[in-house]
């Protein structure tokens, strides 16, 4: 295979869970990226979903995604050999990627100001809910928690309704990109200067990141965005409608207006007096609704698309999952992949995140439980297979 365009790198990854997705990003551009779990397995391991729904560390299907591309070495940093163990892999080592609560890693003696003692140009990125400091850095966070002080779940659900949350964990992920961009920039500055840099990434940021303008509408003119469903949030009179979910036969679309052309949305659905209402649109907005679900009651979702898209109204179908495994457009760009594993079945997944073409992304399956602990601790750290065993016998490492 050729080369990645990350490859020579090499990442410690003691990233948990769906924190996981930011060293995903580097292994699949070709750095090795060498997955440090504790005893307990990385968390991620007992995520679901599950073939037959029968869990396994093995076969989560999050893990097989999230950890793909990556080796796994099991060291217990509750033992001073195990911390011993780390530190020296990081002297092997360009960057750090870690996930792990506040106080964590200093408690052992392995935060950033320790570890550079033992690689003086390290990078790092620590990644949490809270971030490393301020009144919250010691509390647990979820993924709700995030999207709540982040301010994206008011603006989630229903106008009548209580919020409701973003499906999976959008801002743990947004974070994880958030830190492995770090560690981008962060050994870029490396080799420009020679010397290392620490990153503090807080989901509840990567919350608010993904708001785009709604904190400064509200700073500038105290607008307060609400909950407006699946509509466009803000009734600005510069944007046409629709931007909004509606039923079709047997499912539903995205319906879309063309703001620099509102009359084409009459065109496509002729006869039924919408042009009445699109001079003001958003004002007339549950009439417009109305009139385009009547219209759509008796053609399927494809349909519309293509009579949508055909005059550049850019409707898109709301796809269910079996329909995205067989997506047209999905394989002619050979983005879902099937990878092999020797316990999982084997899965379609998602493959690049980007097309590349002289630095292809990589594919390889996700690691076993400790699959490379071996290999690295006497490969890497030059240790006698005998000092293995005896470390393996005494739970230091698995």
């Not at 440090?36 to 729904?53: I, L, N, Q, Y």
């Not at 801002?171 to 958030?178: G, T």
Request: proline share 7%; with cysteine; hydrophobic share 40%.
């Amino acid at each position: 295979m050729t080369n990645g365009a990350l490859e020579g790198l090499r990442i410690l990854d003691l990233a948990q869970g769906s924190f996981d997705f930011g060293s995903r990003l580097l292994a699949g551009l070709g750095a090795e990226v060498i997955k440090v779990e504790p005893p307990t397995g990385d968390s991620v391991r007992t995520m679901p979903p599950f073939p037959a729904d029968e869990p396994n560390p093995e076969t989560s299907a999050r893990h097989l995604h999230l950890n793909a591309a990556k080796r796994s070495v099991v060291l217990d940093l509750d033992t001073p050999e195990g911390c011993d163990l780390l530190r020296r892999l990081v002297a092997e080592s360009d960057a750090l990627l870690e996930s792990y609560p506040v106080g964590y890693l200093a408690e052992r003696g392995l935060a950033y100001d320790d570890l550079i003692e033992h690689k003086p140009d390290l990078v790092m990125a620590s990644v949490t809910h809270f971030g490393q400091d301020g009144p919250y850095a010691g509390y647990h966070g979820s993924e709700i928690v995030d999207v709540a002080l982040g301010g994206y779940l008011k603006l989630t659900g229903d106008p009548d309704r209580e919020p409701v949350k973003p499906y999976d964990d959008l801002a743990v992920s947004h974070a994880a990109l958030h830190a492995a961009t770090a560690i981008m920039v962060g050994l870029t500055h490396r080799d420009a200067t020679g010397e290392g840099d620490y990153f503090d990434v807080a989901a509840i940021d990567a919350s608010l990141f993904l708001l785009g303008g709604v904190a400064q509408i509200y700073h500038f003119d105290h607008q307060l965005p609400v909950r407006r469903g699946t509509r466009l949030m803000f009734s600005n009179p510069a944007y046409s409608y629709p931007s909004t979910i509606r039923p079709c036969m047997g499912g539903y679309v995205h319906a879309h207006s063309n703001n620099r052309n509102a009359d084409l949305l009459a065109a496509l659905m002729p006869g039924i007096g919408l042009e009445d209402y699109l001079d003001t649109p958003m004002g007339n907005a549950d009439k417009i609704d109305e009139l385009m679900d009547a219209w759509m009651a008796d053609k399927d979702k494809f349909e519309v698309v293509r009579r949508a898209q055909e005059l550049r109204l850019p409707f898109t179908e709301v796809l269910t999952p079996e329909e995205i495994l067989n997506d047209p457009h999905l394989e002619a760009r050979n983005f879902l992949v099937e990878v092999e594993h020797p316990i999982a079945p084997t899965t379609r997944q998602p493959g690049a995140a980007a097309v590349m073409t002289a630095t292809p992304w990589h594919t390889e399956r996700a690691p076993l439980f400790g699959e490379h602990t071996d290999d690295v601790l006497t490969s890497l750290l030059e240790l006698d297979p005998s000092e293995v065993a005896s470390l393996r016998e005494r739970g230091v490492v698995s």
